[in-house]
C-alpha cells in the first residue's frame, strides 16, 4: 500500500466510516466501543511508521509454518481474519504492545476484555475464571477467525456449542482432570441433542441455554440457573406451559416453600440424558425414579399386575405412577383438583380401561398384602393361600422323599433276590 | 440259519402271553391329559416371567416368545384352551354319572371322589415307608392320584375364576367390590405358583420318577399296561377284576413302538420344561 492510499483510506476512515457506525452507536454500546477504538486506531496509524498495518503484519505471519520459539503456530490467514468479526480491526488493537516493527520476540498476552468488558467480569466469576485454563479461545476458537455467534461458522453459533462445550466436557478429558461427569455424549443422545443435530433445531435447548454463557455457575451457586431451586424457572423459559403446570403442583408448592427435598424437572427427566417422555426406554425407566422418594409406594406398585406387566419390557402401555397422578401438576388425593381425587378415579382409571366404574375405581393400585391393618382381607387372603402352599408342599416333599427311599430299598432288595438281575 | 427261523415265532408267542396289555386309560382321557399338560406348561411358561417380573430372566424370556403383547395372548390363549378341555370334562362327568347312570363315578372303588379306603391306604403307606408294615394293596385310583386329580380340578376353578375376573375386571367390578380384583391377584399367582411347584415337583416324582415307573409311566400316552405292572401297582384292582372275570374285557394291544418312541420324546420334553421351570421359580423365589 502506498503512502497515498493509506491518506485515502485514513479519510475514508475519518469520513465515512463514522457516518456509517453512526447507527451501529445507537444500536449497541459494544459497537460504540468498537467505533472509538477504530478511530482512535486510524488515528494513530495515520502517524507515519509507527503501526504496522494488517498486510505490514501479514508480510510475516502469512506464512503457515510459521512458528514462536515454544513451537506454537504464530500463522494468520489473512483472508479469514479479514472476514472475521475482528476483520475491520488492526493487529495492534489487540496486539497492543506492538508499536513497531521488528517487534520484541515476547508479546503481551492479548487481553480481551479490554473491549469485551462485560463478558470478562462475567467470566472472572464463573466456574471458567482461569484464564490460564479457559482463554476466551477455548470457546470461540481461532482468535483470528472469530465470527458473530449468528454465522454459522462460529463455534458459539446454536448448532455448534455443544461440540465446542464437549472439547472438554465429554468422556476422558474434564471427567477425568476434574472429576466432572461426562455430559456431552448425554446430551448429545437427548431430545435436545436429537433436535439439534439431527433436525438442526436453532431453538433446541443447547449447553448454554440452561447454563449460561460467560457467567456460569455451579450448580450449587443459589444464583446459578441450574440450581435446584431455579431449575422449573430455567426450562420454563421455553416449557411455560409444564412449568405453569408444575408450579401448582405438590412438587413445585414444595420448591416454592424452599423444600429443596421436592423434585425438579431434572429429577425425573435428568438434566442431560433427557428422552422423550412417550418413548418406551422414559417409561421403563422412570418409576424407579418416584420410588427414590415414595419407597413405600413403589413396592406395593411392584406388587401389583401394573409392574408386573410394565417390568417385562417391550410393552410399556401399563400404568406408570403419571399415567395416574399426573406428570407435572401434582396434587394429593385428598385435592378435588387432583386425578386420584375419588371423583376423577373413574375418568382417570377410564383412560385405559374402558368401562371403568365406581366398583372397579375402589381397586387399589397399592394395596399391601402384607399389611394387616392397611388391607386386612387381602392380608389373610394372602396368609391362607401361602399357609395352603406351604402346608400341602411340605407334607408331600415328606411323602415323596420317604416314598423314594423306601421304593428303591424295596427294589433293590428284589433285584438281589433275583441274583441281580433288573425287573 | 434254519433253526432260528424256527425259533423266531415260538419266541414271539412266549412273549405275547407273558406281556399282556391291560387298557387304564380311554384315548379321551389321554386326549384330556395332553391338553392339559400342554396348556399347563404353556400358562406356566407365560405366568411366571410375569409372577416374577423383576427376576434376571423374566424379561429375557418374555422377550422369547416375542415380546410382552405376546406372552400376554399366549398365556390367554393357553386359558381359553384349557377352559373348554375342563368344561368338555365336567359335561362327561355329569353326561356319565347322571344321564347315563354309569357305576362307579361318584362313589365306590373306581371313584375319583376320596373314600374310607384312601385314608387307611395313605396311613399303611406312611407306615410302609418306615418299615412299620405291608405296603397297601391300591384300588383304580390311589389316594395321591385322587389329590392330584382334585388339586387340579379345585386350581382350574379357583385360577380360572381369578383369572378371567383380571382379565375382564369392569366386567366383574359390576358384581365385586373393587378390593376383590386385588384379591384375584394374589389368589391367582400363590394357586398358580402352587400348582406350579407341585406339578413339576411332587406329581413329576410320584408319577413318573419314582423306581416303580422309572423313568416315566407310559400308560398317560398309550393308555395300556402290562399286565405285570397292573398287577404289582393295583393289586386290588387286579384281584377284583379277576374275581369278577372282568380282566379279559379290559384287554387292549401292545402300543405300537413308533408311537412309545413318539410319546417318550413328548413326555422328556414336558418334563424337561417343568423342571427348567422349576428351577427358575426357585431361584426366583428364594432371590
Same mark, same amino acid.
Given at each position: 500500500?502506498?503512502?497515498?492510499?493509506?491518506?485515502?483510506?485514513?479519510?475514508? *476512515?475519518?469520513?465515512?466510516?463514522?457516518?456509517?457506525?453512526?447507527?451501529?452507536?445507537?444500536?449497541?454500546?459494544?459497537?460504540?466501543?468498537? *467505533?472509538?477504538?477504530?478511530?482512535?486506531?486510524?488515528?494513530?496509524?495515520?502517524?507515519?511508521?509507527?503501526?504496522?498495518?494488517?498486510?505490514?503484519?501479514?508480510?510475516?505471519?502469512?506464512?503457515?509454518?510459521?512458528?514462536?520459539?515454544?513451537?506454537?503456530? $504464530?500463522?494468520?490467514?489473512?483472508?479469514?481474519?479479514?472476514?472475521?468479526?475482528?476483520?475491520?480491526?488492526?493487529?495492534?488493537?489487540?496486539?497492543?504492545?506492538?508499536?513497531?516493527?521488528?517487534?520484541?520476540?515476547?508479546?503481551?498476552?492479548?487481553?480481551?476484555?479490554?473491549?469485551?468488558?462485560?463478558?470478562?467480569?462475567?467470566?472472572?466469576?464463573?466456574?471458567?475464571?482461569?484464564?490460564?485454563?479457559?482463554?476466551?479461545?477455548?470457546?470461540?476458537?481461532?482468535?483470528?477467525?472469530?465470527?458473530?455467534?449468528?454465522?454459522?461458522?462460529?463455534?458459539?453459533?446454536?448448532?455448534? $456449542?455443544?461440540?465446542?462445550?464437549?472439547?472438554?466436557?465429554?468422556?476422558?478429558?474434564?471427567?477425568?482432570?476434574?472429576?466432572?461427569?461426562?455430559?456431552?455424549?448425554?446430551?448429545?443422545?437427548?431430545?435436545?441433542?436429537?433436535?439439534?443435530?439431527?433436525?438442526?433445531?436453532?431453538?433446541? *435447548?443447547?449447553?448454554?441455554?440452561?447454563?449460561?454463557?460467560?457467567?456460569?455457575?455451579?450448580?450449587?451457586?443459589?444464583?446459578?440457573?441450574?440450581?435446584? *431451586?431455579?431449575?422449573?424457572?430455567?426450562?420454563?423459559?421455553?416449557?411455560?406451559?409444564?412449568?405453569?403446570?408444575?408450579?401448582?403442583?405438590?412438587?413445585?408448592?414444595?420448591?416454592?416453600?424452599?423444600?429443596?427435598?421436592?423434585?425438579?424437572?431434572?429429577?425425573?427427566?435428568?438434566?442431560?440424558?433427557?428422552?422423550?417422555?412417550?418413548?418406551?426406554?422414559?417409561?421403563?425407566?422412570?418409576?424407579? $425414579?418416584?420410588?427414590?422418594?415414595?419407597?413405600?409406594?413403589?413396592?406395593?406398585?411392584?406388587?401389583?399386575?401394573?409392574?408386573?406387566?410394565?417390568?417385562?419390557?417391550?410393552?410399556?402401555?401399563?400404568?406408570?405412577?403419571?399415567?395416574?397422578?399426573?406428570?407435572?401438576?401434582?396434587?394429593?388425593?385428598?385435592?378435588?383438583?387432583?386425578?386420584?381425587?375419588?371423583?376423577?378415579?373413574?375418568?382417570?382409571?377410564?383412560?385405559?380401561?374402558?368401562?371403568?366404574?365406581?366398583?372397579?375405581?375402589?381397586?387399589?393400585?397399592?394395596?399391601?398384602?402384607?399389611?394387616?391393618?392397611?388391607?386386612?382381607?387381602?392380608?389373610?387372603?394372602?396368609?391362607?393361600?401361602?399357609?395352603?402352599?406351604?402346608?400341602?408342599?411340605?407334607?408331600?416333599? $415328606?411323602?415323596?422323599?420317604?416314598?423314594?427311599?423306601?421304593?428303591?430299598?424295596?427294589?433293590?432288595?428284589?433285584?438281589?433276590?433275583?441274583?441281580?438281575?433288573?425287573? | 440259519?434254519?433253526?432260528?427261523?424256527?425259533?423266531?415265532?415260538?419266541?414271539?408267542?412266549?412273549?405275547?402271553?407273558?406281556?399282556?396289555?391291560?387298557?387304564?386309560?380311554?384315548?379321551?382321557?389321554?386326549?384330556?391329559?395332553?391338553?392339559?399338560?400342554?396348556?399347563?406348561?404353556?400358562?406356566?411358561?407365560?405366568?411366571?416371567?410375569?409372577?416374577?417380573?423383576?427376576?434376571?430372566?423374566?424379561?429375557?424370556?418374555?422377550?422369547?416368545?416375542?415380546?410382552?403383547?405376546?406372552?400376554?395372548?399366549? +398365556?390367554?390363549?393357553?386359558?381359553?384352551?384349557?377352559?373348554?378341555?375342563?368344561?368338555?370334562?365336567?359335561?362327561?362327568?355329569?353326561?356319565?354319572?347322571?344321564?347315563?347312570?354309569?357305576?362307579?363315578?361318584?362313589?365306590?372303588?373306581?371313584?375319583?371322589?376320596?373314600?374310607?379306603?384312601?385314608?387307611?391306604?395313605?396311613?399303611?403307606?406312611?407306615?410302609?415307608?418306615?418299615?412299620?408294615?405291608?405296603?397297601?394293596?391300591?384300588?383304580?385310583?390311589?389316594?395321591?392320584?385322587?389329590?392330584?386329580?382334585?388339586?387340579?380340578?379345585?386350581?382350574?376353578?379357583?385360577?380360572?375364576?381369578?383369572?378371567?375376573?383380571?382379565?375382564?375386571?369392569?366386567?366383574?367390578?359390576?358384581?365385586?367390590?373393587?378390593?376383590?380384583?386385588?384379591?384375584?391377584?394374589?389368589?391367582?399367582?400363590?394357586?398358580?405358583?402352587?400348582?406350579?411347584?407341585?406339578?413339576?415337583?411332587? +406329581?413329576?416324582?410320584?408319577?413318573?420318577?419314582?423306581?416303580?415307573?422309572?423313568?416315566?409311566?407310559?400308560?398317560?400316552?398309550?393308555?395300556?399296561?402290562?399286565?405285570?405292572?397292573?398287577?404289582?401297582?393295583?393289586?386290588?384292582?387286579?384281584?377284583?377284576?379277576?374275581?369278577?372275570?372282568?380282566?379279559?374285557?379290559?384287554?387292549?394291544?401292545?402300543?405300537?413302538?413308533?408311537?412309545?418312541?413318539?410319546?417318550?420324546?413328548?413326555?422328556?420334553?414336558?418334563?424337561?420344561?417343568?423342571?427348567?421351570?422349576?428351577?427358575?421359580?426357585?431361584?426366583?423365589?428364594?432371590?
Amino acid at each position: 500500500m502506498t503512502r497515498a492510499a493509506r491518506i485515502a483510506a485514513f479519510f475514508l *476512515a475519518v469520513f465515512i466510516g463514522p457516518a456509517e457506525w453512526l447507527s451501529d452507536i445507537l444500536r449497541s454500546a459494544r459497537h460504540h466501543r468498537l *467505533a472509538g477504538i477504530c478511530l482512535m486506531a486510524s488515528a494513530l496509524w495515520l502517524a507515519p511508521m509507527r503501526t504496522a498495518a494488517q498486510s505490514d503484519c501479514l508480510a510475516c505471519h502469512a506464512d503457515k509454518t510459521m512458528q514462536d520459539s515454544s513451537g506454537h503456530s $504464530i500463522s494468520v490467514d489473512g483472508d479469514k481474519f479479514s472476514a472475521s468479526i475482528h476483520g475491520s480491526l488492526q493487529c495492534n488493537n489487540c496486539h497492543a504492545d506492538i508499536k513497531e516493527y521488528p517487534h520484541p520476540d515476547h508479546i503481551a498476552k492479548v487481553e480481551c476484555k479490554s473491549c469485551h468488558a462485560d463478558e470478562g467480569s462475567k467470566l472472572a466469576t464463573s466456574v471458567h475464571s482461569s484464564s490460564k485454563e479457559h482463554p476466551c479461545t477455548s470457546c470461540h476458537g481461532n482468535a483470528h477467525e472469530i465470527y458473530p455467534k449468528a454465522d454459522s461458522r462460529s463455534a458459539v453459533y446454536p448448532l455448534n $456449542i455443544p461440540k465446542t462445550c464437549g472439547q472438554c466436557h465429554s468422556d476422558g478429558a474434564m471427567a477425568t482432570k476434574k472429576g466432572l461427569p461426562s455430559v456431552y455424549p448425554h446430551y448429545m443422545d437427548s431430545i435436545h441433542g436429537f433436535a439439534l443435530s439431527k433436525e438442526g433445531l436453532l431453538v433446541a *435447548a443447547n449447553c448454554q441455554s440452561c447454563h449460561g454463557s460467560h457467567g456460569i455457575q455451579s450448580h450449587k451457586n443459589p444464583n446459578s440457573p441450574t440450581f435446584k *431451586a431455579n431449575i422449573p424457572k430455567t426450562c420454563g423459559t421455553c416449557h411455560a406451559k409444564i412449568n405453569d403446570e408444575f408450579q401448582r403442583g405438590a412438587h413445585g408448592q414444595g420448591i416454592a416453600k424452599g423444600d429443596l427435598k421436592a423434585p425438579v424437572c431434572t429429577d425425573c427427566h435428568t438434566a442431560h440424558a433427557i428422552l422423550q417422555p412417550t418413548e418406551s426406554a422414559f417409561r421403563m425407566q422412570s418409576t424407579p $425414579i418416584c420410588g427414590s422418594c415414595h419407597k413405600d409406594k413403589l413396592s406395593t406398585y411392584h406388587d401389583t399386575f401394573h409392574s408386573q406387566l410394565g417390568l417385562l419390557g417391550g410393552y410399556v402401555e401399563t400404568a406408570r405412577c403419571w399415567d395416574c397422578h399426573d406428570a407435572h401438576e401434582i396434587h394429593r388425593a385428598s385435592d378435588p383438583r387432583s386425578a386420584i381425587n375419588q371423583a376423577n378415579l373413574i375418568a382417570t382409571c377410564g383412560k385405559c380401561h374402558k368401562g371403568a366404574n365406581k366398583s372397579f375405581v375402589q381397586y387399589q393400585p397399592h394395596a399391601n398384602a402384607r399389611d394387616r391393618k392397611l388391607n386386612p382381607a387381602l392380608y389373610f387372603i394372602r396368609l391362607f393361600m401361602n399357609l395352603l402352599l406351604i402346608s400341602v408342599l411340605t407334607f408331600f416333599v $415328606i411323602h415323596t422323599v420317604l416314598w423314594l427311599i423306601r421304593s428303591r430299598f424295596d427294589q433293590v432288595r428284589r433285584n438281589s433276590a433275583n441274583g441281580g438281575k433288573h425287573d | 440259519m434254519t433253526e432260528l427261523v424256527q425259533a423266531e415265532p415260538e419266541t414271539k408267542s412266549t412273549a405275547a402271553r407273558s406281556e399282556r396289555y391291560f387298557v387304564r386309560f380311554t384315548r379321551e382321557q389321554r386326549y384330556m391329559h395332553a391338553v392339559l399338560f400342554t396348556t399347563f406348561l404353556g400358562l406356566a411358561g407365560t405366568g411366571l416371567p410375569l409372577r416374577f417380573s423383576d427376576s434376571i430372566w423374566a424379561r429375557g424370556m418374555a422377550g422369547a416368545v416375542g415380546g410382552f403383547g405376546a406372552i400376554l395372548f399366549f +398365556h390367554k390363549f393357553c386359558a381359553l384352551a384349557l377352559t373348554v378341555a375342563f368344561l368338555i370334562h365336567v359335561k362327561e362327568i355329569f353326561s356319565r354319572g347322571i344321564y347315563r347312570r354309569e357305576k362307579g363315578i361318584f362313589w365306590g372303588a373306581t371313584s375319583m371322589v376320596a373314600n374310607w379306603k384312601d385314608v387307611k391306604d395313605l396311613l399303611a403307606h406312611m407306615r410302609w415307608f418306615l418299615g412299620l408294615g405291608p405296603k397297601p394293596r391300591f384300588e383304580r385310583y390311589a389316594y395321591w392320584e385322587k389329590f392330584d386329580y382334585w388339586a387340579v380340578f379345585w386350581g382350574m376353578i379357583v385360577i380360572g375364576f381369578s383369572g378371567y375376573a383380571m382379565w375382564f375386571a369392569p366386567f366383574f367390578a359390576r358384581f365385586l367390590p373393587g378390593w376383590a380384583l386385588n384379591a384375584a391377584l394374589v389368589i391367582h399367582s400363590e394357586e398358580g405358583l402352587l400348582a406350579i411347584l407341585f406339578i413339576f415337583s411332587i +406329581h413329576f416324582v410320584n408319577t413318573h420318577l419314582r423306581p416303580d415307573s422309572f423313568p416315566m409311566d407310559m400308560v398317560i400316552f398309550t393308555g395300556v399296561e402290562s399286565e405285570k405292572e397292573f398287577e404289582h401297582k393295583r393289586p386290588q384292582e387286579y384281584a377284583r377284576m379277576a374275581r369278577e372275570g372282568k380282566l379279559e374285557a379290559r384287554l387292549g394291544e401292545a402300543p405300537a413302538a413308533w408311537f412309545v418312541r413318539f410319546a417318550r420324546v413328548v413326555g422328556f420334553t414336558a418334563i424337561f420344561i417343568g423342571v427348567t421351570l422349576l428351577i427358575l421359580t426357585l431361584t426366583a423365589y428364594f432371590d
